[in-house]
């Protein structure tokens, strides 16, 4: 006699509003985030629910999902996404298994849901993506990947820069060059080079061994994802290399801050950054109506906020609507004296 349990399996999506689906959903993430939580540390890179429900919106790719249940409890999560503007052969797939529930069969029972679903989008090629940290230079991951005949196909390095106490360099710019800097939206007349250069982008990385066609980008496609972007509280800081010869965009690079951990920078006039939090408190002194703002800088010694700094800290408190305060690094700051 031999014995298995399979999981069952429930579909989920984050754009049905029903309760329990919404329930579903957030069970679904929440396995997502504890098995990255788990594998990668407190720097993990899963989104969060909301997140991932904004992502299900967007019209550039098919998103199926499922959330495996043990006896009713939430044991793993799994998904294919498939892209409806090119690369009409691919589609991504994802598994994890809450690490209390691992080596008990339902990562190979959602690998079996991600294969069919797949093939019932009409993709040929699948693609995964393992994650490990640094103190290893295996994938503790890659015998279940080959398992399920994967093979390794490209290796994609994560490095992390700590700003805090760094000094801002001054940026070098090549003659006949001009560097532009946007937060959260970009003009509307540059939206046709931003979608050269992500359509370049795609294909001009290193690829490995990934067979993958030009991604169609548009300036519609440009502009939904910056709306999605924006609507997942997310800020986005992006930086543009002008051609000043012929006016046209030629490079970009971009940075996305979470808002759900939002941290304030600050840059003294020595161009140090210091990031507000529990080692760099804020501290509000003299009269309600005229308050002085000072940043712990290192060793006692403050520094002075100057009023157009004070102006900004005062519209990130207005936005955030929970009065006179503003947070970083998980620290609540008055701006106006206790
Ligand atoms: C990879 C992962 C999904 C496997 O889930 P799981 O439920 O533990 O897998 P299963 O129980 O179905 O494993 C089936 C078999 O695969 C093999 N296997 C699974 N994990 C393994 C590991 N870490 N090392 C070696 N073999 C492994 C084993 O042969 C296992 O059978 P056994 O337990 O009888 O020996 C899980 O470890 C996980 O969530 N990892 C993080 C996310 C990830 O990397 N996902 C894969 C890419 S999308």
Same mark, same amino acid.
């Given at each position: 006699m031999f014995l298995v349990t399979i999981p069952d399996l429930v579909p989920v999506s984050?754009?049905?509003?029903?309760? $329990?689906?919404?329930?579903?959903?957030?069970a679904w993430a929440g396995v997502l985030e504890a098995a990255a939580?788990?594998?990668? /540390?407190?720097?993990?890179?899963?989104?969060?629910?909301? $997140? +991932?429900?904004e992502l299900e919106g967007s019209a550039s790719k098919r998103r199926v999902q499922v959330l495996a249940l043990d006896a009713g409890e939430p044991v793993g999560a799994a998904g294919v996404i498939a892209s409806l503007r090119d690369n009409p052969e691919?589609?991504? +797939?994802?598994?994890s298994v809450l690490p209390g529930a691992r080596r008990r069969g339902t990562g190979?029972?959602?690998?079996?849901?991600?294969?069919d679903a797949a093939r019932g989008l009409g993709r040929t090629v699948l693609h995964a993506e393992t994650q490990w940290g640094p103190?290893?230079?295996?994938?503790?991951?890659?015998?279940?990947?080959?398992?399920?005949?994967?093979?390794?196909?490209?290796t994609v390095l994560r490095s992390d820069l700590a700003v805090d106490g760094t000094m801002l360099p001054e940026p070098a710019v090549a003659t006949g060059y001009r560097l532009e800097t946007h937060v959260d939206e970009m003009p509307e007349a540059d939206l046709t080079d931003r979608a050269l250069l992500a359509r370049r982008m795609s294909t001009d990385v290193p690829l490995g061994e990934l067979e993958l066609g030009e991604e169609a980008w548009d300036e519609d496609r440009v502009r939904g994802e910056d709306e999605r972007t924006r609507a997942m509280g997310r800020r986005v800081v992006s930086s543009?290399?002008?051609?000043l010869g012929s006016g046209r965009l030629v490079g970009y690079t971009s940075i996305q801050v979470? /808002?759900?951990?939002?941290? +304030?920078?600050?840059?003294?006039?020595?161009?140090?950054?210091?990031?507000? /939090?529990?080692?760099?408190?804020?501290?509000?002194?003299?009269?309600p109506d005229t308050p002085a703002l000072y940043l712990a800088v290192r060793h006692g010694c403050e520094a002075r906020l100057n009023r157009s700094t004070y102006a900004q800290l005062a519209q990130i408190a207005l936005d955030a609507g929970g009065g006179w305060v503003v947070s970083?690094? /998980?620290a609540e700051f008055a701006l106006v004296p206790q």
């Open positions: 984050g754009l049905d509003t029903d309760p $329990e689906a919404v329930a579903r959903f957030d939580r788990h594998d990668q /540390g407190e720097d993990h890179d899963a989104w969060s629910a909301a $997140e +991932l429900r691919v589609a991504l +797939l994802y598994v190979d029972a959602l690998a079996a849901w991600a294969v103190d290893s230079d295996e994938d503790p991951h890659e015998p279940w990947m080959r398992r399920h005949s994967f093979a390794p196909a490209q543009f290399a002008r051609d979470p /808002g759900h951990a939002p941290a +304030l920078a600050f840059r003294l006039n020595t161009d140090e950054i210091v990031l507000a /939090g529990p080692d760099h408190p804020l501290r509000a002194a003299g009269d970083s690094q /998980g």
